[in-house]
């Protein structure tokens, strides 16, 4: 297990200096093709629109707020959500959903419903990272998106390829007060502090579109872990200070188990919408048919976030699998490791 935590380490730390984009388009048209240009321009399809947006989503739900405008502020396996602007300190955004999903946070009327399984294409291999552009394309010229999409305009998304990782990994202590640490091409440091430790795990609905140990959604408040094969339902989410007091839909973080809550450093700004934990970082990856669509071996298995963790400070190892409701299934874990996705080695 060692020597593939050392490889995976010198993989990250190989990483070139270059920044890619994908340029992801989709048409505000039924039927249309949805595709992803790759750096070197070639086009993969990530499956037809079969319902496009009629309405903006407002209010939205609390973290979108967090994020800048005219982004992405959420990147899951059952949906991506982009803020448009911020009305009266609430979020307005549409929405991009898999055929069949579960999404409540996907306004009704407001989302682009597209025909490709859950936890694959951009809400997997090419998923966009949170705080990625979004344009809107109309008559050859490009803008800012700043209200729904209309009939012929192509929504726009451009997201950053990793090339140049600054990240590689993640170390959480599990207990009150524990560090937490980034590990980068600057040595490590410690970024925040516990204030709640996870020891259960819950019923978090889009978890049944993701496995064990993967990243089921990243946005500017949440980073949700699975702990549950594909088809069943477990997990449990790491999640900042101010999102966990000021947010009435988390009022229940301090109250169960299944909510990792961690706080800024004294004199440092809140988590919640930057980088290295909210923006800019994680992402779904790779499962299915995404395998098939990948340029090379480094996008296919580097895209993926991998989860580990210690039981009683032993050996690293992979998440037990979980699923259901179970307050005190993770109550010997003592540290949380997590791997930052990368798209390929550098020259």
Known sequence: MKKIFILVFFLFASCACAEELIEIRIPCKENSEVEAILPGGEKISLGKVLMTPSKTNWPAYTASKWSENSTVCASAVNAVHILINVENNKGRIISLVPSITIAPAAGRGSFFSIDAPAGTGIF?????????????????????????????????????????????????????????????????????????????VGRFEGTKFQSVGRIRASHSGVIDISTSRRDRIGGFQIMPLKHALTSKEMLNAWKLTQWLIISPLPNMPDLEGREPLYKNSFVPGTQLNDNEKMPDLWSRYGRKSLILCRTDGGEWQKLPELSGRTDEALQNITHLRIYFPFWKLGE
């Open 124 to 200: 997997g291999g090419f998923a966009p990272l949170t705080g990625s552009k979004v344009t809107i394309e109309r008559d050859g010229v490009e803008f800012s998106l700043n209200d729904v999409p209309q009939e012929k305009d192509i929504l726009i998304i451009r997201t950053r390829l990793p090339e140049n990782q600054k990240f590689f990994m993640l170390d959480i202590e599990n207990r009150p007060g524990g560090r937490v640490i980034i590990h980068g091409t600057e040595g490590k440091k410690i970024i925040a502090r516990v204030i709640r430790r996870v020891s259960g």
